[in-house]
C-alpha cells in the first residue's frame, strides 16, 4: 500500500514569490492534515480536512496561506507571498476512522527555504 | 488543549531498555496518550497508544500509571537504528486536535 505522497521534496524560492504543496493522502482516508514543521520542533497543526470540507483552520495564516481539497482526496497548500519566516518542513498526513484514535500517516514532507 | 512535558535528550547503548517518560498532568478523562518517532528527513510515526494501564506491541510498551498524569514509552533493547526523535502526545477523545512539543531525542550508542 502505498504511503502519504507529497511533492515537491524540497522547495527553494525568494522572498514574495509564491510556492505550491502538493499532498495524495493514503487511499480511503478521508481526514487529510497539514502540518508545518520548525527544525527541532514538533509538528504544528494548519488546517484538518474531513473529507473536502476543512474542519479546523485556525491555525492557518489566512492572509498568505491556503489550501484546498476539491475532491476530497488530495490536497494543496499554497504560501503567497513567501516569507522569510515561511522556512520549514510543511507535512501532510492522514487518517482513518478506522484507525486507532491519533494513528496518522505522515509523508515526508516537503523543505520550503525562502530566500 | 492537554500539553506534555518530555526530557529534551536521552542516551543509551545498543542492547539497552529505555524508558522515557512524558508528564501530562492536565489531561482530560477522555483523552487519549500516542506516541511517534521521527528520523531525520521523514515525517513521524505512530508507534503506540494507550488509555491507563499497560499496552504492548511488536516495538515498544507504555506505561501510563493509575491518576493518568504521566506515561513512560520502554523501548526493549535499542538498537542503532532506534535514534530517532520520540513525540509524547495527549489528544482530545477523537484526537483532531493535539500537541506535539519538541519531543525527546535519543541517541543510542554502539
Known amino acids: 500500500e502505498a504511503g502519504v505522497v507529497q511533492s515537491p521534496r524540497y522547495k527553494i524560492i525568494e522572498k514574495k514569490q509564491p510556492v505550491a504543496f502538493w499532498c495524495n493522502p493514503i487511499?480511503?482516508?478521508?481526514?487529510l492534515y497539514w502540518y508545518l514543521q520548525n527544525l527541532g520542533q514538533g509538528p504544528e497543526l494548519l488546517i484538518r480536512?474531513?473529507?473536502?470540507?476543512?474542519?479546523?483552520d485556525s491555525q492557518l495564516p489566512k492572509d498568505r496561506f491556503s489550501a484546498e481539497r476539491l475532491k476530497g482526496v488530495d490536497s494543496t497548500l499554497k504560501i503567497q507571498p513567501a516569507e522569510l519566516g515561511d522556512s520549514a518542513v510543511y507535512l501532510c498526513?492522514?487518517?482513518?476512522?478506522?484507525?486507532?484514535?491519533?494513528?496518522?500517516?505522515f509523508g515526508p514532507g516537503t523543505r520550503l527555504t525562502v530566500t | 488543549l492537554a500539553k506534555t512535558t518530555q526530557p529534551i535528550s536521552m542516551d543509551s547503548y545498543e542492547g539497552q531498555e529505555v524508558n522515557i517518560t512524558c508528564s501530562h498532568n492536565?489531561?482530560?478523562?477522555?483523552?487519549?496518550i500516542t506516541w511517534y518517532q521521527q528520523f531525520p528527513s521523514q515525517g513521524p510515526r505512530f508507534i503506540i497508544q494507550?488509555?491507563?494501564t499497560k499496552v504492548t506491541n511488536e516495538v515498544a510498551s507504555l506505561f501510563i500509571p493509575a491518576d493518568r498524569k504521566s506515561s513512560t514509552l520502554s523501548l526493549p533493547r535499542v538498537s542503532l537504528s532506534d535514534t530517532a526523535v520520540y513525540y509524547c502526545?495527549?489528544?482530545?477523545?477523537?484526537?483532531?486536535?493535539?500537541?506535539f512539543g519538541s519531543g525527546t531525542k535519543l541517541n543510542v550508542k554502539p
Open positions: 494507550g488509555y491507563k
Open positions: 492536565n489531561i482530560a478523562t477522555n483523552d487519549y
Open positions: 487511499s480511503g482516508h478521508n481526514t
Open positions: 502526545l495527549v489528544g482530545e477523545g477523537n484526537f483532531n486536535k493535539f500537541y
Open positions: 498526513a492522514s487518517s482513518s476512522s478506522d484507525l486507532a484514535r491519533g494513528e496518522q500517516y
Open positions: 480536512y474531513e473529507n473536502e470540507e476543512a474542519v479546523d
